[in-house]
C-alpha cells in the first residue's frame, strides 16, 4: 500500500505509479524490429494454403498394427509374450504369426493411423 501526497489513509497504487516509456521505443500498434518473426510465414503454393493440422498418428498403433493392401488391419496374436509352459501346445501352434482383425477392432485402430488406408 502507499501513501499518495495529501492523503492520510493507505489505497492501492491502481497503475499510476507506472514508470515512464523509454525514449525511443515504438509507440503502441508500430511493429519492432527485434520483435520480427523468427520463422517466416510459409509460402503458398500453387495448389492454394496448406492444410493444416495435420493429424497424428498414435505411435503405439503403428508399432503393433499393419494394414494390408485391401485395407485389412493385421496384428500379432495374443498372450504368446510369457508364461508358454502352462500353455497348451495347440494353444501355441495355433497363435503363430499374425491375424486379420475384426471389422469393429478395425474400425477404431484406422481412426489412430489416419494415412495408412
Do not use: W
Not at 498394427?65 to 485391401?70: E, N, Q, R, S
Request: with cysteine; charged share 30%.
Amino acid at each position: 500500500m502507499l501513501l499518495f501526497q495529501g492523503s492520510t489513509s493507505a489505497r492501492k497504487s491502481r497503475g499510476r505509479d507506472r514508470a515512464p516509456p523509454l525514449v525511443g521505443a515504438p509507440a503502441e500498434g508500430e511493429a519492432c524490429e527485434a520483435r520480427q518473426r523468427k520463422h517466416p510465414v510459409q509460402p503458398v503454393s500453387e495448389k492454394g494454403p496448406s492444410k493444416m493440422p495435420k493429424l497424428k498418428t498414435k505411435s503405439g498403433a503403428k508399432k503393433r498394427f499393419k494394414m494390408t493392401g485391401t485395407g485389412k488391419v493385421v496384428a500379432a496374436q495374443a498372450g504368446k509374450r510369457h508364461g508358454m509352459i502352462k500353455r497348451t501346445t495347440k494353444f501355441i501352434r495355433k497363435a503363430r504369426g499374425t491375424s486379420v482383425l475384426n471389422d469393429s477392432d478395425a474400425k477404431i485402430v484406422k481412426k489412430y493411423m489416419p494415412y495408412n488406408r
